[in-house]
Each structure stands twice: as C-alpha cells, then as structure tokens.
C-alpha cells in the first residue's frame, strides 16, 4: 500500500474465513483504514491482490467488478447516514438504487434491518434525533441493506462509551451468528478486538509490515514479538471474557 512513492505497508499476506470476525489491528497511523479502502475497492494496490471468493477484486471490470462490489457492506467511522434522511429513507436509498421492489417493500426491509440492530420503531427518525450509538447501528443496518456476505466496520467503536461500545460488539456477535455474515472490523480498542475476534492481522508501523496473524486473544500466548504483546497487555482497559468461537471455511 502506497501513496506516491511513500510506502505504508508492504508484503501484507492473510485470508479471512467464511464467518471470521477478522481484526485488523495496529497503532495509530499504522494504515488500518487503508488497508480497508483497499479491500473494499476505493484504493488499488501499488502491487499484490484483493482476492473476494477467489475472484481478483482489481483485475474485475464493468458490470462483473459492481456485482462483486455489492457482496460487501460497510460501516463507516461517522455512521455515513444522510442527516436530511429519516432511518429508514437511508436504509432504502440503495434498495432504490440496486433493486427493483416497491417502494412498500423498501419501506419494509428498512424496517426489518433496523428491528435487527435493536431499532424498530425508529424508522421515521433523523440520524440528529437519535443517540451516537443508536447512529452507529442505524450505520450497520444501512450497510446490511444489501445482505451482504462480508460486513466492514471502521472503528466502529470510536466516539461511544464503554456501555455503547459493548453493545456495538454484542451486535457484532449476534449478526454473525444468525445471518453467518463474515465481519471484518478496523479497530485499535483492546477489548472489542479481544472480545469478538476470531482471527487478525497485526500491522507494525515501524516496519511497515505484519507482524503477527492469528486470534487476537491467542496471541496473548502464542505471539512473542514485544510489540505486539505491548500492544494486547495496555493498562487501563480490561478485555472482556472471550466470547467467540472459531469459524470455518473461506470468503476471500
């Protein structure tokens, strides 16, 4: 991953199962976010391939590459909710976009994504009349509106109390388990990433490479690289008791 002739990361090499919540995990400016964009086909690759169900994300073009693009969904750092939008009008606004139901059908998948995330009954309110972790999960219904087979999440724990923010993975681990969504979640927040993770990649910004890939809360044992046993033993932040189970399989 570069921009211009500034390299942020080289030789990256990992695979996310099918039902993994895969962690990306790093300090701060270590590329994770990018790391995202190149995954979800807003960045290309100075070199190296974005496989998805085995098909090469960057060498897919036209009507093939946007059929491809629709098996994700993502949810931004700030939500990426329209604020002239009720919740349910963001939702639709792909459904329109992509597909041919009603506007009575819209109307109802809107409302069974936001009944999913622990909104309903909310689908006529403006992303300003709802609280900032309500605004995050209106973000993970906007991006499930597709059903897509792999979920992003960008920080999505950034901004919200520790209350909000364990509510946001319990969210996480209960989408994966009923719809079989493969999640993959940019985060530097220990206990989410400890909490949920089923697998990860460590990026180091001093080398500008990977340095450790597995389960996070198995590094905690397994990894002895200094940096990364730092990074997984902070002070101040108690990792929760592990509630994941490893998944099978393999999306990409």
Known sequence: MAYGDFVVMRDLSFVVRRGDIFIIMGGSGCGKSTLMRHLIGLKRPAAGKVFIGGVSLWETEGEARDALLRRLGVMYQGGALWS??????????????????????????????????????????????????????????????????????????????????????????ELRESLGTTMIVVTHELASLLGIGTNSVYLDVETRTQIALGRPRGLLDTCRDAKVQAFLRRRGETAPADSTESANGEAG
């Open 84 to 173: 002239s939008l009720t919740l349910a009008e963001n939702i639709g606004l792909p459904l329109e976009q992509f597909t041919d139901l009603s506007a009575a059908a819209i109307r109802e998948v809107a409302a069974y994504k936001l009944a999913l995330v622990g909104l309903a009954g909310f689908e006529d309110y403006y992303p300003s009349e709802i609280s900032g972790g309500m605004q995050k999960r209106a973000g993970v219904a906007r991006a499930m509106a597709l059903d897509p087979e792999i979920l992003f999440f960008d920080e999505p724990s950034a901004g919200l109390d520790p209350v909000s923010a364990r509510r946001l993975d319990d969210l996480i681990l």
